[in-house]
């Protein structure tokens, strides 16, 4: 069964760079059907699709988000990770990460990222 | 890309039917039949229960149904139980390889 875990630190600073990494187990991330992506959740509000990657390594971006965001795969660990820069206290959000083509079937179980002032 | 509309609140008694609606513009819900819906409750990651406007995944009950006309989409929830309490977020997928979200309906079941 294809499970997701993301990780990364709970805290980061204002006007640093929020790094999370996606660990896929249960299969491969080489999988040619579906894309790798980031959603996130502030607290009490919608969920926000960040970006996606696709296992050949194409990106794709949420246009209000795309200046400070860069998404990556590793193939080798079966993970993908997220870049996110010059954070502020609107990035605070509990981070998912999951794999979809039109939908997101497969979720983690989410990251708590507080940005700090 | 702009959320899709969704409205803050839904609520019903057990045994009874709701619906909720989701609506987007031509470039997203009406453009393309691509359009899911996600259950989630208190701290827990969402979960998919329709896919491609009207799919359901194995497992879910076909108490959730979902369909769509012009840009609004409608996901229904039959039968209300008490463990349908939770919020509920539609997506689309809107061209170019974006997707967006609703910004979410919170189903109380009284």
């Known amino acids: 069964q294809l499970q997701l875990q993301e990780s990364g630190p709970g805290l980061v600073k204002a006007s640093e760079t929020l790094s999370l990494t996606c660990t896929v187990s249960?299969?491969?991330?080489?999988?040619?059907?579906?894309?790798w992506g980031w959603i996130r959740q502030p607290p009490g509000k919608g969920l926000e699709w960040i970006a996606s990657i696709y296992h050949s390594g194409s990106t794709h971006y949420n246009p209000a988000l795309k200046s400070r965001v860069a998404i990556s795969i590793d193939t080798s660990k079966n993970q993908f990770s997220l870049k996110l820069s010059s954070v502020t206290a609107a990035d605070t959000a509990v981070y998912y990460c999951?794999?979809?083509?039109?939908?997101?079937?497969?979720w983690g179980k989410g990251t708590t990222v507080t940005v700090s002032s | 890309q702009s959320a899709l509309t969704q409205p803050p609140s839904a609520s019903g008694s057990p045994g009874q039917s709701v619906t909720i609606s989701c609506t987007g513009t031509s470039s997203d819900v009406g453009g393309y039949n691509y359009v899911s819906w996600y259950q989630q409750h208190p701290g827990k990651a969402p979960k998919l229960i329709v896919y491609?406007?009207?799919k359901r995944p194995s497992g879910v009950p076909d108490r959730f149904s979902g369909s769509k006309s012009g840009n609004t989409a409608s996901l229904t929830v039959s039968g209300l139980q008490a463990e349908d309490e939770a919020d509920y977020y539609c997506s689309s997928y809107a061209g170019s390889n974006n997707w967006v979200f609703g910004g979410g309906t919170k189903l109380t079941v009284l």
């Open positions: 249960g299969g491969s991330i080489r999988n040619n059907d579906f894309y």
């Open positions: 999951a794999r979809h083509l039109y939908y997101m079937d497969v």
């Open positions: 491609e406007v009207n």
